[in-house]
């Protein structure tokens, strides 16, 4: 059974800073590239970040919010331990969304979501003061 369990989310003040973490089970991890998405109230799931099978390669999406993310959210992967991260800093209340993970094998560069085979359920980020 594939499963994707993210955590870490939770409140957080402006200008703090989280890491969220993603564990899969259920398939092999290393054969997949592994990604973040969030998706607002009233918004579409938006691309954060993607990492490739063996880590060495990231990419960061532009937001529709007033700031991207790149520079202040990075992505990284532990394959001994079926993880991917993802490391918020620098928060602003615009990064409040539920994030979730997925895990891709078939379309390396496709932002969709359409594109991504499994997803986890998401956990809640909320910037406030």
């Known amino acids: 059974q594939v499963q994707l369990v993210e955590s870490g989310g939770g409140l957080v003040h402006p200008g703090g800073s989280m890491r969220l973490s993603c564990t899969a089970s259920?398939?092999?991890?290393?054969?997949?590239?592994m990604a973040w998405f969030r998706q607002a109230p009233g918004k579409e799931r938006d691309f954060v970040a993607v990492i490739s099978r063996n880590g060495g390669t990231t990419y960061y999406g532009t937001s529709y919010y007033p700031s991207t993310v790149k520079g202040r959210f990075t992505i990284s992967r532990d394959n001994a331990k079926n993880t991917v991260y993802l490391q918020m800093n620098s928060l602003m209340p615009e990064d409040t969304a539920v994030y979730y993970c997925?895990?891709?094998?078939?379309?390396?560069?496709?932002?969709?979501?359409?594109?991504?085979?499994?997803w986890g359920q998401g956990t809640q980020v909320t910037v406030s003061s």
């Open positions: 997925a895990a891709g094998s078939r379309d390396w560069g496709n932002m969709n979501p359409s594109a991504y085979d499994y």
């Open positions: 259920g398939f092999t991890f290393s054969d997949y590239y």
